[in-house]
T-cell receptor, first 113, second 113 residues
Framework: DTGVSQDPRHKITKRGQNVTFRCDPI?????LYWYRQTLGQGPEFLTYFQNEAQLEKSRLLSDRFSAERPKGSFSTLEIQRTEQGDSAMYLC???????????FGPGTRLTVL | AQSVAQPEDQVNVAEGNPLTVKCTYSVSGNPYLFWYVQYPNRGLQFLLKYITGDNLVKGSYGFEAEFNKSQTSFHLKKPSALVSDSALYFCAVRDIENNDMRFGAGTRLTVKP
């Protein structure tokens, strides 16, 4: 399967713990995006990479959130000191060029107890 | 900033009947418009996009959408609905100056046999 993959698919953690999610985009795609989706809502943009450069961050991305794409391939999203409000589906997407459609991964569902 | 509205939370149609899922948008510049579909426990799948050119855009699975600049709308349509079309549909918009894509809240389509 050459689509976007995310790991893990599910994560349950206790409040205050740190979690890290991984996204592997489609190999030739240089653009990578992170979104958050809560029940009954559409995905909300979090951040965007072009190659290894993080070019845009949403106001939703508090200082507890950090994302990296060290070699311009896979990306990680870390949430420090998780809160119950962080419970959501975290989606990763990639695209080949600026105006191309984004291809989404299956998401990582985070539950913070 | 760009925004999207999907005025209907739920659309119900009978199999074989035409379907329309509505979307209106707001952007400061030229819009780039997308439709995605989300099946249970699966990631978002790209259906179609409007970047420029013909106002009627054809996409996957027999879906099409009509871009209407004067009404700032991009309604999704299909001439004959299938039960398998039942899913959650998201409209999304971005403009040339932003890399983030704004999604609507989604419309749940139910096609009854």
């Amino acid at each position: 399967d050459t689509g976007v993959s995310q790991d893990p698919r599910h994560k349950i953690t206790k409040r205050g713990q740190n979690v890290t999610f991984r996204c592997d985009p489609i190999s030739e795609h240089n653009r990578l995006y992170w979104y958050r989706q809560t029940l009954g809502q559409g995905p909300e943009f979090l951040t965007y990479f072009q190659n290894e450069a993080q070019l845009e961050k949403s106001r939703l991305l508090s200082d507890r959130f950090s994302a990296e794409r060290p070699k311009g391939s896979f990306s990680t999203l870390e949430i420090q000191r998780t809160e119950q409000g962080d419970s959501a589906m975290y989606l990763c997407a990639s695209s080949l060029a600026q105006y191309n459609e984004q291809f989404f991964g299956p998401g990582t569902r985070l539950t913070v107890l | 900033a760009q925004s999207v509205a999907q005025p209907e939370d739920q659309v119900n149609v009978a199999e074989g009947n035409p379907l329309t899922v509505k979307c209106t948008y707001s952007v400061s510049g030229n819009p780039y418009l997308f439709w995605y579909v989300q099946y249970p426990n699966r990631g978002l799948q790209f259906l179609l996009k409007y970047i420029t050119g013909d106002n009627l855009v054809k996409g996957s699975y027999g879906f099409e959408a009509e871009f209407n600049k004067s009404q700032t709308s991009f309604h999704l349509k299909k001439p004959s609905a299938l039960v398998s079309d039942s899913a959650l549909y998201f409209c999304a918009v971005r403009d040339i100056e932003n890399n983030d894509m704004r999604f609507g809240a989604g419309t749940r389509l139910t096609v009854k046999p």
